[in-house]
């Protein structure tokens, strides 16, 4: 079973926030409310932003988008996440690296999220 995550971003210094366990209160920062984002599930941008991925065995291998997404220093994806059941697990990207991750996956469904930092948070069923 998949689970849906949260994320949440501060708009004036450009925190991000990935919630583990909701409590009820307000996410704040700067002395602002964050921002909860929605995760884009279809590319109707030029560059592909939807995680694809392939498993073998126990294990999911995903890419950021059909064709590899841009990681230069301007425009990249800083991480890629994998939600399933009880677990979370991230991959921290940096420019120059490929968009790709590998994670350890149980049977069925998951829930991958990455986010670029120029189009925001992105997800797909894998």
């Known amino acids: ?10 708009n004036v210094c450009g925190n991000l926030v990935g919630l583990i366990l909701e409590g009820g209160g ?21 560059e592909k932003h939807v995680p694809v991925g392939k498993r073998e065995g126990g294990r999911l291998s995903v890419q950021v988008g059909s064709e590899p997404h841009p990681m230069v220093a301007k425009h990249y994806i800083q991480w890629i ?38 189009h925001g948070l992105w997800k797909a069923e894998l």
Do not use: W
Not at 1 to 10: N, Y
Not at 26 to 46: I, K, R
Not at 97 to 105: L, Q
């Open 81 to 118: 996440a994998v939600s399933q059941a009880d677990r979370l697990q991230i991959a921290f990207l940096h420019p120059e690296e490929d968009p790709v991750a590998v994670f350890d996956v149980m049977e069925g469904p998951a829930l991958v999220y990455e986010y670029c930092n120029l």
């Open 26 to 46: 307000e996410l704040v920062c700067c002395e602002q409310p964050m921002e909860l984002l929605t995760a884009n599930t279809v590319d109707a941008s030029a």
């Open 1 to 10: 079973m998949s689970v849906e995550r949260k994320f949440f971003r501060c």
